[in-house]
C-alpha cells in the first residue's frame, strides 16, 4: 500500500547532589520528533504542510508549543534545513513531520535514528551542550501508519519496540554529551478525527489505537525510569495525554466549544479540505489528528510548568557552537532561507 506521510549551572559532585533549578537555565534546545515537533523542516524540504493554511511550515495554524516554549526560555533554535555559514548557538530543530521512530536510517522523511545521526555528526565539529534541553517527541506515525502501510511489525510489538527505540535515543544522546531531556507522552490516538474517520473502514481502528497508545505510554515511563540511573541525567516527562484527554472531556474549561472535529472542514488525507472555521482558538484539532495553536498553547503552559518543578542535575560546561555536517545527508538543495516566525504569545486559559 503506497505510504501516507503523516503529519502528524550545577557542579557533578561525587554523591550527585540535584538542586531546584528553573526552565529559564537552559543554555538552548534540541528538538528530535515528528510533526508535533516540526517548525518548518518538511516545508523547507518539500512543500508540506500548505501554507496558507497551515503556518509558514508547521503543522497547525499558528506557533506550535516548541516555539512558545523557546520564546518562554528566550531562546530561538535553528531548523536544520536553514542551517548557514553562522553556527547556531541556541540548539537545533531536526524534527520532520512524518518523521516514525522506527524506520530505518534511510527513510524519507528523516525519522529519529536518523535526526539523532545528524546530531551525532554535528558533535564531530562542536560537542553537545550539556546545559541544552533536549526534547524527543514521536511514535504517533508509526501507530497510525498501521492503518495506511503493511506492518513491518505486529501491532501488539509495536509499542515494546517504539518505546526500546526511543530509550536508545535518549541513551545515544547521553553518550553524545546530552543530559537534559523533556519527553512528552502520546494522547490518546484513539481519540482523534483521523480515528474517528477511519472506525468507517477498520471498525476497531478507535479502539486498537487507544489500546496502543496507553501500552506506549506505560512502557516509555518504564524505559525512561530504566535510564535515570545514568549518572547526571535529567529526564523530565510530559503527560500530554491526561492534558488532552481533560480537555476533550472538559472542553468548556480550556476555551473549547468544539473538541470531536477538526477545524479544517471536511478535512481528508493528503490535506483536502473544503474550508477553515471560523474561529479555530475554539477548537481543539486543526485537522484530523494535529492541534491548533491554542491547543499546542496549553502544551507549552504545561511544559513550562513540568520543567520548573523537576530538579535536574548537569555538569556544566561553555554552550556549545552547533556545525553543519549533518545536513549533508539531505542535500544543498533543500537549504532555504531562513523565514521570519511569526511570534505569538502563549495563549491563557
Given amino acids: 500500500m503506497k505510504k501516507q506521510i503523516f503529519v502528524t549551572g550545577f557542579f557533578l559532585f561525587s554523591f550527585m547532589l540535584p538542586f531546584k533549578a528553573t526552565a529559564a537555565s537552559f543554555t538552548g534546545i534540541n528538538i528530535f520528533g515528528d510533526s508535533l515537533v516540526d517548525t518548518g523542516n518538511l516545508f523547507n524540504v518539500v512543500g508540506i504542510p500548505p501554507s496558507p493554511p497551515y503556518a509558514q511550515g508547521r503543522f497547525s495554524n499558528g506557533s506550535i508549543w516548541v516555539d512558545n516554549l523557546a520564546e518562554q526560555l528566550n531562546l530561538t533554535p535553528t531548523l536544520l534545513t536553514e542551517l548557514g555559514s553562522t553556527l547556531p548557538t541556541e540548539g537545533i530543530n531536526f524534527a520532520f513531520g512524518g518523521a516514525t521512530v522506527t524506520g530505518d536510517n534511510n527513510s524519507s522523511p528523516p525519522g529519529l535514528q536518523q535526526q539523532i545521526g545528524f546530531f551525532k555528526n554535528i558533535t564531530t565539529i562542536a560537542p553537545a551542550d550539556p546545559n541544552a534541553l533536549y526534547i524527543l517527541w514521536a511514535g504517533a506515525n508509526d501507530y497510525n501508519g498501521l492503518f495506511f502501510n503493511t506492518p513491518t511489525i505486529p501491532p501488539d510489538l509495536l509499542p515494546n519496540q517504539v518505546t526500546s527505540n526511543l530509550s536508545m535515543g535518549v541513551q545515544s544522546l547521553f553518550d553524545l554529551g546530552a543530559r537534559n531531556f523533556l519527553i512528552p507522552n502520546l494522547p490518546d490516538l484513539g481519540e482523534t478525527p483521523l480515528a474517528r474517520n477511519l472506525n468507517e473502514f477498520f471498525p476497531s481502528a478507535s479502539s486498537q489505537l487507544s489500546a496502543l497508545t496507553a501500552a506506549h505510554n506505560s512502557l516509555l515511563d518504564q524505559k525512561l525510569d530504566s535510564l535515570r540511573v545514568l549518572p547526571g541525567i535529567n529526564i523530565t516527562t510530559l503527560d500530554v495525554n491526561s492534558l488532552v484527554m481533560d480537555a476533550i472531556n472538559n472542553p468548556m474549561e480550556f476555551g473549547f466549544t468544539n473538541a470531536q472535529n477538526p477545524c479544517l472542514i471536511n478535512f481528508k488525507s493528503g490535506f483536502m479540505f473544503e ?36 530538579e535536574p542535575a548537569s555538569v556544566p560546561e561553555p554552550a556549545s557552537a552547533l556545525g553543519l555536517l549533518a545536513f549533508g545527508a539531505l542535500g544543498a538543495g533543500a537549504m532555504v532561507k531562513r523565514k521570519k516566525k511569526k511570534e505569538v504569545a502563549i495563549k491563557q486559559h
Avoid: Q, R, Y
Wanted: proline share 6%; net charge negative.
Fill in 275 to 310: 474550508g477553515v472555521c471560523e474561529n479555530p482558538d475554539n477548537f481543539l484539532f486543526w485537522d484530523d489528528i494535529h492541534p491548533t495553536a491554542a491547543s499546542h498553547a496549553l502544551i507549552s503552559k504545561l511544559a513550562i510548568k513540568t520543567l520548573n518543578e523537576e
